[in-house]
Each structure stands twice: as C-alpha cells, then as structure tokens.
C-alpha cells in the first residue's frame, strides 16, 4: 500500500509576484488573469507523486495580505517547505525576497525553499541566473527556477521541486 503524508508548503513574497496565479496553474492548469483580491489565507491541496509515496500538499497563500508583517508567523507555524516568488521584471520584488526567507526561517528553521523567478515570459527581466545563484548560495537547502504561471513554465517543476526536497530531507 502506498503511504500518504500530508505537507504544508507555504508561498512567500511580495504582492502581485504572481504566488497565487502559480497555485493556481498548479492546481487548476488554468491561467486566469483577472482575480478578485481576497483577504485572508487560502488554503490549496493537490496530490503529488513521489516514488512509492502520494503527498498531499497543503499550499497556503497569504492573499493580500503580504503588507502585514505580523501575521507573517502565524502563517508560516507548522511548514515544511516554501516557494519563494519574486517577480523577474521587478528587482525590488528579488531584494525584498532575503526578508520573507528570514521571517520564514526564524519560525520554521531550515526547511527547504525553492526560489522562484515568475513572469519569465515578460520580454524585459531585471533578474539574471547569476542573481538567483547568488541568493541560492547565502541559504542551506536552496534551489531556484524560472517559471511563468502564465505560459505554464515550470510551474508543475516549482512544486514538484519542493516536494522531492522535503522527502530528501525527511529520508
Ligand atoms: P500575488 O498572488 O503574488 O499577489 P497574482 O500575484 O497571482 O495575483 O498575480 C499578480 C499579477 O501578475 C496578475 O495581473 C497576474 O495575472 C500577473 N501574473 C502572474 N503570473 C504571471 C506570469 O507568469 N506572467 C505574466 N506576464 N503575468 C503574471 P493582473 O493584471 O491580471 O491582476
Ligand atoms: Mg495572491
């Protein structure tokens, strides 16, 4: 029989990075442009297949909600992993990414975290490869990709990703 565990994978940075349209494209396979802004968490969960293993990830998005540094640990209570998206035409969206991490590794320790340049798509980058290696290597148990939630993108990868890092670091 296969086992089942259940892991919660919070999604971290600024708003309008596009942590929710990559949920959802995960989820759904759908990308759907226009969004009612909701506050308040949502809660996602979708199976993932690992060897002999079904995970079930509970992915939380904060939802409008990422001004508020206070509820930030609250949300992060009880995570194994974390994508941590910033948005690939904005460089301020990368700078502030060293704070989400800090935030989520002061409640949650080392867990793992994959880094996440969204909007590849988008003709104008301000992030290169060589800032996502360098942000890598300041953090333990790290990876990074480029994705696109919109042309779909590695999206699957990002959480595939996260899962296959969360059951290395378990085994
Ligand atoms: P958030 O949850 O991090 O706040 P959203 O971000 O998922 O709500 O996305 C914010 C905006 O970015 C949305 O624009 C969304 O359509 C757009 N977006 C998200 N991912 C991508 C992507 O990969 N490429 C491009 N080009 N745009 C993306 P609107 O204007 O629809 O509100
Ligand atoms: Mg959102």
């Not at 309008?16 to 968490?41: A, D, E, H, M, W």
């Not at 800090?102 to 798509?121: H, L, M, T, W, Y």
Request: proline share 1%; glycine share 6%.
């Amino acid at each position: 029989m296969k086992s089942q565990i259940i892991k919660k994978v919070v999604l971290i940075g600024d708003a309008r990075v596009g942590k929710t349209s990559l949920i959802k494209r995960f989820v759904t396979g759908l990308f759907n442009p226009t969004y009612q802004i909701t506050l308040g968490t949502t809660i996602m969960k979708k199976d993932v297949e690992y060897a002999d293993r079904t995970v079930t990830l509970s992915l939380w998005d904060v939802g409008g909600q990422e001004v508020f540094k206070q509820i930030r640990s609250k949300y992060y209570y009880g995570s194994e992993g974390a994508l941590a998206v910033c948005d690939a035409s904005k460089r301020i969206t990368f700078e502030n990414l060293t704070s989400w991490v800090d935030s989520f590794r002061e409640v949650v320790g080392d867990q793992p975290i994959v880094f996440i340049a969204n909007k590849n798509d988008l003709a104008e980058l301000e992030i290169t490869e060589t800032d996502m290696k360098q942000i890598v290597e300041k953090h333990k148990n790290a990876t990074f990709l480029f994705t696109s939630a919109k042309s779909g993108n590695n999206a699957e990868k990002a959480f595939q990703t996260i899962v296959n890092m969360m059951i290395e670091k378990e085994d």
